[in-house]
């Protein structure tokens, strides 16, 4: 499906078409949504045809606020995973052989910070997801499916014509 594989090259070019997503909040390079393959965001875009339409849909349950944004409301169990992250990322930290702290332990070091104040976050707080949209309505959809029409209208012709000028038997 030409459609697909346009929202797909969208996780490519890390953003909506021509619009980039927004940075992520802390030192790692790249987009949040193309980290281990889009965590199974990008690969879990399906569509669905009949016959006056075609649905893209995800059934991850984090697609939407990724796609469309909006906020979250922490939760004890988020707090927990927060907590979980931060001493994940927190216990990598490598030093060198003069005694400094390596580039890469800095990175994991910023990370962890950035877990740990989402950590820190009282239940009931908000957390706002900025829109990284990957799926949706514009005009590069537009052109998409009229490429498709176009196609698809020009194969049309050339069957009804072929069949027209069939010798009779």
């Given amino acids: 499906m030409d459609l697909l594989d346009e929202f797909d090259r969208n996780f490519e070019r890390k953003g909506f078409f021509n619009k980039p997503w927004d940075a992520r909040k802390f030192g790692r390079k790249g987009s949040l949504l193309t980290v281990r393959g889009g965590g199974g965001l ?10 006056n339409s075609v649905t893209f849909t ?23 995973f927060f907590w979980a992250k931060y001493y994940e990322a927190g216990g990598k ?32 707080s908000k957390i706002t997801m900025p829109e990284r949209r990957f799926i949706g309505h514009a005009p590069e959809v537009d052109q998409s499916v009229k490429r498709v029409m176009d196609k698809n209208l020009k194969d049309l012709e050339i069957h009804i014509k072929s069949l027209l000028i069939q010798p009779k038997k």
């Fill in 58 to 80: 995800s059934s991850l349950p984090y697609a939407s606020i990724h796609n469309e944004g909006g906020t979250i409301t922490v939760t004890a169990k988020m707090k927990r």
């Fill in 93 to 124: 930290v490598k030093l060198k052989k003069s005694g400094g702290v390596t580039k890469s332990s800095m990175r994991y070091n910023e990370e962890a910070e950035f877990y740990r104040n989402l950590a820190l976050m009282k239940v009931g």
């Fill in 42 to 51: 990008r690969g879990s875009l399906k569509a669905t045809a009949n016959q």
